[in-house]
């Protein structure tokens, strides 16, 4: 069974923001919750990360339930660069990433 | 310029017939993993090496061998490839313990018939 899950396809116009939710139901204390993005025929890249707080970048915002059992990823204002699969994903203490079956995200102008 | 590399970028074999994926990265990160990646499955991670000489299985490592004999390179070795190791595959590298960014290379698109 997948560790994370995400809805298939999610839509939003351009410069207005994105939430992009994940739920990790079984996830334990020293996992990382981690989210990469793929654009079209490209490898994944890496766009956030945390723990138990809540985290920014330049790239988004991570926000992490109080529980852990679900985590949203924050993009401020879309833009039609923003359009690509993301990937909800755990990694445990032995190094081990579970991606999710990934949100492909569509930025309407 | 930092990347990961992967030759070839496409490959068509026949079941049975031994191969090898190439990965290189110049970063010289520790960490390399190589991933599968299916329709609807997401990215599975097959195996991954902390270091030189310690490698690891991930979640699908059936079918699969790497080595790890160099910093910079993990190659990805399919001794008996059949059809259900058709998938798109990624290496990846990240420096080492307490980094968190994996850099991703440009794929293979393995079909084996």
């Known amino acids: 069974d997948a560790k994370t899950t995400q809805p298939n396809s999610m839509e939003s116009n351009e410069e207005e923001p994105v939430h992009l939710p994940c739920n990790h139901s079984t996830i334990s204390g020293t996992d990382y919750i981690h989210w990469y993005r793929q654009l079209p025929s490209q490898g994944p890249e890496y766009v956030i990360h945390g723990l138990t707080s809540n985290v920014n970048n330049r790239m988004a915002s991570l926000a992490i339930a109080e529980d852990r059992k679900s985590s949203t990823l924050i993009l401020h204002r879309a833009t039609l660069r923003d359009a690509a699969v993301y990937y909800c994903?755990?990694?445990?203490?032995?190094?081990?990433?579970?991606f999710g079956t990934g949100t492909s995200l569509t930025v309407i102008p | 310029e930092a990347q990961v590399t992967q030759n070839p970028r496409y490959l068509i074999t026949v079941t049975g017939k031994k191969l090898t994926v190439t990965c290189s990265q110049n970063m010289n990160h520790e960490y390399m993993s190589w991933y599968r990646q299916d329709p609807g499955l997401g990215l599975r991670q097959i195996y991954y090496?902390?270091?030189?000489?310690?490698?690891d299985k991930g979640d699908v490592p059936e079918g699969y061998k790497v080595s790890r004999k160099e910093k910079r390179n993990f190659p990805l070795i399919l001794e008996s490839p059949s059809p259900n190791q058709t998938s798109l595959y990624f290496c990846?590298?990240?420096?080492?313990?307490?980094?968190?960014?994996?850099?991703f290379g440009p794929g293979t698109r393995l079909t084996v018939t």
């Open positions: 994903i755990l990694r445990d203490g032995d190094n081990q990433f579970y």
């Open positions: 090496s902390m270091n030189v000489e310690v490698t």
């Open positions: 990846a590298s990240r420096a080492g313990t307490g980094t968190y960014e994996q850099y």
